[in-house]
């Protein structure tokens, strides 16, 4: 299922928020994980507008972290353009 890779994005997210030491960061990812856990169990999938501003948070928090974070938010960031190919429209 598609939805799968929202599911992984999430997980990546938690484990990037572990990997921060910066609590503002922390709680950022921990919002972002949440919203991909329940898009991913929700009835009907994200369209591509709110893909695509989740994308762009990705990417701000990406240049935020360094290291082990970073590197989990970048794997999120991919499992989401992943998911987003699945997506019909735009």
């Known amino acids: 299922m598609a939805r799968e890779n929202l599911s992984a994005a999430s997980d990546h997210l938690r484990e990037a928020a572990i990997a921060t030491t910066d609590e503002e960061s922390e709680q950022r990812l921990y919002d972002q994980s949440d919203q991909l856990a329940r898009l991913a169990t929700a009835d009907s999938g994200p369209d ?3 893909l695509d501003r989740i994308t762009n948070a990705l990417n701000e928090l990406a240049a935020e972290l ?15 353009v992943a998911y987003r190919e699945t997506v019909e429209g735009v």
């Open 48 to 50: 591509h507008g709110r």
């Open 66 to 80: 360094d290291a082990d974070a970073k590197e989990n938010v970048e794997a999120a960031r991919e499992r989401v």
